[in-house]
């Protein structure tokens, strides 16, 4: 059992079964705490304004209708800088991924990860999270 509070989180991806089950998955993670779900960048965007607490981490699709991953990541980087962003994708082209950190994504994993990846990349995510918020 960690001595820490658990990592805020909110899922961002337009495949309702794909993040319906990634939020089970999440759920058994005693260290995670899902707060939201959302279809899409601009629902993620509507939810954070009201949101209280937000979400340490975010785990967000690339590829979604409205806003998708990149641009959302833009918005989020500007809008709430605290949070930190885990792409999630089907695509992993190095290029691709170096140009999702250099517009602020804190992490990227491909949709067929593990578990114990998924909870590594958060973890990671949220430990710079959590010193930005120490600051």
Not at 69 to 83: E, F, K, N, S
């Amino acid at each position: 059992m960690s001595t820490y509070p658990p990592v805020r989180l909110a899922i961002a991806d337009d495949h309702i079964l794909f993040r319906k089950g990634l939020r089970a998955l999440l759920g058994s993670f005693s260290e995670v705490e899902v707060l939201f779900e959302a279809g899409d960048g601009q629902e993620l965007l509507e939810r954070l304004d009201g949101q209280d607490p937000r979400p340490d981490v975010i785990l967000m699709d690339l590829q979604m209708p409205v806003l998708d991953g990149l641009q959302t990541t833009r918005l989020l980087r500007a809008q709430y800088p605290r949070i930190r962003v885990v792409i999630i994708s089907m695509h992993d082209e190095p290029e691709l991924i170096d140009s999702l950190k250099m517009e602020g994504a804190h992490g990227y994993l491909l949709k067929n990860a593990s578990p114990e990846e998924m909870r590594n990349a958060i973890r990671d995510a949220a430990g710079h999270a959590l010193a930005s918020a120490k600051q």
